[in-house]
């Protein structure tokens, strides 16, 4: 499992969602293998942003393009043939979703079918991870973990999006690109990353419980405020998932079919907490700080969500590597590093890469 770097090395990798958070992350891990890294995104939407602090634009093949235009998308593809494909590109906040509904169901459900329909017409891609969320799954509110076969839906725009979004996935594989059909008619193979609720450093998203820690304290200089201080959900390190994706793009390559379908990449039980214990305990790690909780119920989202991994650790013999405490030092150093020791944000990140995947 941990010849990454060999395997990567020199592949043609387009990552959807560069700009972003994870994708970002993903990037810098695959720079560090020395793949070649195409990206397909907005600009960054953040201030500051893991992007620009980590020079990806000078460092990939960049393009900012809105995946919502198919004949782009489809120029792009055609010109760099990417032989792995990895689509994190999405409207990825549960709050904006219900600000701007329509845009959050083209980018998330037409923008994925756009790229499931590049990938299929241009063919170059042996293998694509696509990425829906935890989010996907009907909420019952239930103490349970989700698994994999668990009924899907949404009772949000964000969720709703991202369920219908697994559904285009799989109808694609069902079509046009069955594994029954590998290697006959197509030479794709694709598979669906869901992961929970994820932290680490270089997120400044609005809406999200880290960076409004961060902000509250580096920035504002004020309280952290909480929406939903009870809110129950599977944190766990940005590197988690992305190793679970990275690790299905290579066993889809290399044809193993095994590796096909939905995974759900999420934490330790231990680390399915509230919201106010995860802000609690950064504040604790950053040594200053403080919080009030001001319920919002006008935008409501799932109260309590956990994630089954048993799948994953089973099947693609995946596990997360870090612990509840590991996860939360790997998060707030990053940022005690940025914003107090100063020292180079990309070695810092570079050296979290590699401290994690050497675990
Ligand atoms: N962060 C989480 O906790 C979490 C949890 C589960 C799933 N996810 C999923 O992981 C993926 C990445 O999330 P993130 O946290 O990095 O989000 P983010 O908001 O930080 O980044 C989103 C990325 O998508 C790009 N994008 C948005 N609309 C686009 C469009 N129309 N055309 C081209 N690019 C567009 C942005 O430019 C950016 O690069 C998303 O699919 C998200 O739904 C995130």
Redesign the pocket.
Known sequence: MDNFGEFFRGKRVLV?????????WLAQVLLNWDAEVIG???????SPSL?EILGLEKKVVNYY????DFNKVKEIFEKEKPEIVF???????VREGYNDPL?TY???IL?TANILHAIKEVGSAKSAVM?????VYENKEWVHSYRENDLIGGKEP?SAS?AAADIVINSYVQSFLHPEHFGSKHNTLVATG??????GGG?W?NY?VVPDIVRAVYEKNEPVAIRFPRSVRPWEH?LE?VSGYILLAKKLYEGDKSAIGAWNFGPHDESFVSVEELVKKGIGLLGKGSYSVEPDDSKPEAGLLKLDIVKAKSILSWRPRLDFVSNLNFTFDWYKNFYEKKNDPVEFTKNQIDSFFSK
């Open positions: 959807t969602g560069h700009t972003g958070f994870k994708g970002a397909v995104s907005l600009p960054p939407h953040t992007f393009q809105d995946i919502n689509h994190l590109a999405a409207q990825a906040i845009k083209a980018t998330n923008g990425i829906t969320s935890d989010k964000y991202k869901r992961a929970g609720n994820v932290i997120d998203a999200r940005v998932p």
